[in-house]
């Protein structure tokens, strides 16, 4: 079955300190990784996307690795601040889905919040 | 350039009742989407379309229709509400012909809020 599982469910750091976010996935075929931030009341937002062929993806704080072997995936975002407080949302792409489009697996997201 | 923007952002409905859910992107994008997010799961999609004049079924189609007569719009339709499609809704747009399916970006709205009682 077709899942992507997100850890942990929730999660509260202080402003300053950094944190990591997990994501495993079971999804065949592999096309790539993204990961989205979701503010509350808001529509996720990209913040990374990696191909099979890419280890790690960074975009400002924000850092992604990818292990395509063992199907895992971080998020490690450095010297967090009130501004990151949100959901962390990892999609995995399935690759030749329906000829048209590929299909987004949603995990369920990291719900992030940052004290200050 | 605002992107993807959907109406309302809020509504309450009873049993029964019909309404239209409207989204409008200005990105010229070919390709659009609509999914529910509900507590508990990741986004599901309903239904989705590659083109102008084109939809198709996504994962979670029952009691949902669509359609697509300009490239810009993607409406979503609830004929009759029922409480389970209690949800918020999130269209979004993408161009993966365009930007290549690896590294495409879909991009969201902000969401409809929808309440059935």
């Known amino acids: 079955k077709n899942q992507v599982e997100q850890s942990p469910q929730s999660l509260i750091i202080l402003e300053g300190k950094n944190c990591t976010l997990q994501?495993?996935?079971?999804?065949?075929?592999?096309?790539?990784l993204r990961w989205y931030k979701q503010d509350t009341g808001r529509g996720p937002v990209s913040l990374t996307i990696?191909?099979?062929?890419?280890n790690t993806k960074s975009n400002g704080r924000y850092t992604a690795t990818l292990d395509a072997d063992t199907k895992q995936s971080s998020l490690h975002i450095t010297a967090s601040q009130l501004s990151d407080s949100a959901s962390y949302i990892c999609?995995?792409?399935?690759?030749?889905?329906?000829?048209?489009?590929?299909?987004?697996?949603f995990g369920t997201g990291t719900l992030l919040a940052v004290q200050p | 350039n605002a992107g993807v923007t959907q109406t309302p952002k809020f509504r309450v409905l009873k049993t029964g009742q019909s309404m239209t859910l409207l989204c409008a992107q200005d990105m010229n994008h070919e390709y659009m989407y609509w999914y529910r997010q509900d507590p508990g799961m990741g986004l599901r999609l309903i239904h989705y379309?590659?083109?102008?004049?084109?939809?198709a079924k996504g994962e979670v189609p029952d009691g949902y229709n669509v359609s697509r007569l300009k490239k810009q719009n993607f409406l979503l339709g609830l004929e009759s509400a029922a409480p389970s499609q209690t949800s918020v809704y999130f269209c979004a747009s993408d161009n993966p012909l365009t930007s290549g399916r690896a590294k495409n970006i879909q991009y969201f709205g902000a969401g409809t809020r929808l309440s059935v009682l």
């Open positions: 994501c495993n996935y079971t999804v065949s075929p592999f096309s790539n």
């Open positions: 999609v995995v792409s399935r690759g030749n889905y329906g000829g048209a489009t590929n299909k987004l697996i």
């Open positions: 379309s590659v083109g102008e004049g084109t939809t």
């Open positions: 990696m191909t099979f062929s890419e």
